[in-house]
T-cell receptor
């Protein structure tokens, strides 16, 4: 089936540094990618929608300068958390729309900022 | 804007028994999709079942079935013969018709399965 590979699965970074999370579609072209944030025992909160070759659309309240999204190719989308702070610690998940409809999700990245 | 409500934060079921998870949604659209996703402790999102609003027949996938009541905007999930592996967080989700539209998730229901 269609797979989105998300890396890294876990990352610990120091406060003030930047972290990049990658989502790569392995056997299909992902024209649209969604990025979510999830706190423990809570729902997925949509952060932004990215379409290949165009600027991402951010949800209200999400800082676009802090959460940089790049979707430069049909198989790769990245989320960079810039100048990370402890409050950015969370679980981040990407999801791609499938050519035949539906969605596939990455396995998530647990970010811890110390 | 569409909203999805899951009013049961947690549910418990005995192994081999049946449990129903509730979901209601609000929309002014007539054509859309509804989903149930499972998120086990691994946190990998897994599609359980999908329903197209224009189809009156309730979707079924093995032990999982839905009760789709379009007029009432209700979309409950029934799990029959519950298994330990069914323990997870379950999310109800809505999507407008049209390629690339985002999913709107409910708050989720934690399902515990007792042996």
């Amino acid at each position: 089936g269609a797979v989105v590979s998300q890396h890294p699965s876990r990352v610990i970074c120091k406060s003030g540094t930047s972290v990049k999370i990658e989502c790569r579609s392995l056997d299909f072209q992902a024209t649209t990618m969604f990025w979510y944030r999830q706190f423990p025992k809570q729902s997925l909160m949509l952060m932004a929608t990215s379409n290949e070759g165009s600027k991402a659309t951010y949800e209200q309240g999400v800082e676009k300068d802090k959460f940089l999204i790049n979707h430069a190719s049909l198989t790769l989308s990245t989320l960079t958390v810039t100048s990370a702070h402890p409050e950015d610690s969370s679980f981040y998940i990407c999801s791609a729309t499938l050519p035949m409809g539906g969605y596939t999700f990455g396995s998530g990245t647990r970010l811890t900022v110390v | 804007a569409q909203t999805v409500t899951q009013s049961q934060p947690e549910m418990s079921v005995q192994e081999a028994e049946t449990v129903t998870l509730s979901c209601t949604y609000d929309t002014s659209e007539s054509d859309y999709y509804l989903f149930w996703y499972k998120q086990p402790p691994s946190r990998q999102m897994i599609l359980v079942i999908r329903q197209e609003a224009y189809k009156q027949q309730n979707a079924t996938e093995n032990r999982f079935s839905v009760n789709f009541q379009k007029a009432a905007k209700s979309f409950s999930l029934k799990i029959s013969d519950s298994q330990l592996g069914d323990a997870a967080m379950y999310f109800c989700a809505y999507r407008s018709r049209g390629y690339g539209n985002k999913l709107v998730f409910g708050a989720g229901t934690i399902l515990r399965v007792k042996s």
